[in-house]
C-alpha cells in the first residue's frame, strides 16, 4: 500500500487514455503509432520514447500554445517520470558583440601603450642631464617669449631721479649699503633715520624689481664672508662685474655644487656659486599693474615719486643669498615676487637704513640715493639652479624689458663702519610676520 499498488496485485492497472487526437495506448504496449501521425521514438535504455515525445495534448493545440501535460509513467512499474521541457535554442549574439568589443579594446590599449614606449624612449634619449629635471616653462610652451594681449603703455619708463655718485665724504653723504650684518657689530654713522621693521607688503610697498649680484656685498660672518669659496674657475664674461663674498656651504666634492646644469632663461650663472638676491620695494610703484616690475629697479621705484614722504618708510630693499646646486630637492617655484620666508628662510634677519649698492659705488664713491630700508637675510641658503632659470622666465614675461638684469651684477666693496648707519636691529620674518628681538643702541 505504501507503494501505491492495489493489494493482490504485482502490477498497475493499465490507464485509459482518450483516443482521439492523443497517442494511441497501444504505443506504450507495443511501441507502435495509432492513428497519430507522431514518428515513433525509442528512448534508450528503457525502449520508451523521450519525455519530451509524451505531450499528451491535442496536436493542433501543441502548435499553438502549451497546455498542462501530465507526468509520463513507467511501462512497467506505473511511476510517473519528471517531465522535461524541450531544450531551448541559446541565443549568442550578445556574447559575440561583447567579444567582438574586448577585442577592440585590446588592439587600442595595445596601440597606445606601443605609442607611449615609443615617447618614453625619445625623452630619455633626450635627457643628458643625470640629474632630475625641474618643471619648466616650456612644458607648456614657452610662456617668456609669448605677447601679452595687453596695450597699455609703460607709465613708470624713465621715471628714475638723476642723483649721480658723489665723493664719500664723510660729513656729506647719508648712509650707505651694503655693510656686515653680523650679531653684534655696529656702525658708526649717526643718522635720524629708521628702517622699517614690519613686513614691506604691510608698510604698502610692493616689489618694483629682483636682480642679483656676483657673490655679496653684504657680509655674515660664518655664513657668507672672506673664508666662503666656490668653482675653482668661474667663467669670465665681457662686462662681468666684481666679485663678493661667497657662502661657506660650498664643497667641491659634492656633485651637487659641481654638475653643470643647462641654462635656458638666465644668462652667465654657474652652479656652485654664490648669489645675493635683492628685491627693491616701493610704496610709489605702479603696484598690481603690468607695469609694477621695472629695469632699472629706479624706474619702479620712483614711478610716482609724487607720493614718497618719507623714503627710509616708503622706498626698502630684501636681501637674501644662496648658493646655486643641481638638486632638485632644493627648488622653488616662485622668487620673482620676493624673499623666502619660511622655515628657515627669513629666520635670522638683519634691519637697518642705507643706500644702494653695486659696483660703481665704493668707499670712495657713494650713493645719492638713501636713507632706504634694508632688511637682509643673515644666513646662505642652498637653492636649484631650476629656481633661478623659473625666476629668469618669469622675468621675461613682464610689459618692461628686463633682460639686463638676467645675468649677475657686480658687487660693491663692504663699507666702512663709519658709512654705515648705527642702527642695526635683529628679528625674525617667518611666515612674512616680523618679530623684533632687539632695538638699536642709542
Known amino acids: 500500500e505504501r507503494s501505491g499498488f492495489p493489494r493482490g496485485s504485482h502490477h498497475p492497472q493499465p490507464r485509459k487514455m482518450p483516443q482521439d487526437d492523443r497517442i494511441d495506448a497501444n504505443f506504450v504496449n507495443a511501441g507502435a503509432v495509432g492513428t497519430s501521425t507522431i514518428p515513433q521514438f525509442v528512448h534508450p535504455g528503457v525502449g520508451l520514447p523521450p519525455p519530451s515525445m509524451f505531450a499528451f495534448m491535442p496536436l493542433a493545440d501543441a502548435r499553438d500554445k502549451p497546455v498542462e501535460q501530465a507526468a509520463p509513467k513507467s511501462r512497467d512499474l506505473g511511476i510517473e517520470m519528471p517531465y522535461q521541457a524541450p531544450p531551448q535554442k541559446v541565443n549568442f549574439t550578445p556574447v559575440y558583440v561583447a567579444l567582438a568589443f574586448l577585442a577592440l579594446l585590446g588592439v587600442a590599449t595595445l596601440g597606445l601603450v606601443a ?57 656729506e653723504i647719508g648712509e650707505q649699503s651694503a655693510i656686515d650684518v653680523t650679531v653684534g657689530v655696529e656702525g658708526n654713522k649717526a643718522t635720524d633715520a629708521m628702517p622699517i621693521t614690519t613686513s614691506y607688503w604691510k608698510a604698502g610697498l610692493c616689489p618694483v624689481n629682483v636682480h642679483w649680484h656676483q657673490g655679496t656685498e653684504h657680509r655674515s660672518a660664518g655664513q657668507y664672508d672672506e673664508t666662503g669659496s666656490g668653482p675653482a674657475n668661474p667663467p669670465s664674461w665681457d662686462g662681468k662685474g666684481r666679485q663678493g663674498f661667497q657662502c661657506t656651504a660650498y664643497n667641491a666634492n659634492d656633485a ?153 651684477h657686480g658687487s660693491r666693496p663692504l663699507v666702512d663702519a663709519k658709512f654705515s648707519a648705527a642702527n642695526l636691529m635683529s628679528g625674525t620674518m617667518v611666515d612674512g610676520r616680523v618679530t623684533m628681538d632687539a632695538t638699536p643702541a642709542p
Not at 630619455?124 to 640629474?131: A, E, L, P
Not at 632630475?132 to 628714475?160: F, H, Y
Not at 607695469?291 to 626698502?316: M, R
Request: hydrophobic share 30%.
Open 115 to 171: 605609442w607611449d614606449s615609443q615617447r618614453i624612449t625619445e625623452i630619455s634619449r633626450d635627457n643628458k642631464s643625470t640629474m632630475i629635471s625641474a618643471p619648466t616653462t616650456t612644458d607648456r610652451g614657452d610662456w617668456s617669449s609669448r605677447k601679452s594681449a595687453l596695450s597699455g603703455s609703460n607709465v613708470c619708463a624713465g621715471a628714475k631721479p638723476d642723483l649721480p655718485n658723489i665723493d664719500c665724504l664723510e660729513n
Open 256 to 408: 651637487k655644487f659641481t654638475t653643470e646644469y643647462q641654462w635656458q632663461h638666465c644668462t652667465h650663472m654657474e652652479v656652485g656659486e654664490t648669489y645675493e638676491v635683492h628685491w627693491p620695494h616701493s610704496a610709489a610703484g605702479a603696484c598690481g599693474t603690468p607695469n609694477q616690475y621695472q629695469t632699472p629697479f629706479y624706474d619702479g621705484v620712483f614711478c610716482f615719486a609724487g607720493e614718497l614722504t618719507s623714503t627710509p618708510a616708503q622706498i626698502g630693499v630684501q636681501a637674501q643669498t644662496f648658493i646655486v646646486v643641481n638638486d632638485e630637492s632644493y627648488y622653488v617655484p616662485n622668487l620673482i615676487d620676493g624673499m623666502l620666508v619660511d622655515g628657515k628662510f627669513g629666520e635670522d634677519m638683519a634691519f637697518y637704513t642705507g643706500s644702494t649698492t653695486g659696483d660703481s659705488r665704493s668707499n670712495e664713491m657713494c650713493s645719492q640715493y638713501t636713507p632706504i630700508t634694508w632688511q637682509v637675510d643673515r644666513t646662505c641658503h642652498m637653492i636649484s639652479a631650476s629656481s633661478f632659470d623659473k625666476m629668469c622666465a618669469d622675468m621675461k614675461t613682464k610689459r618692461d624689458d628686463m633682460s639686463s638684469d638676467l645675468h649677475p
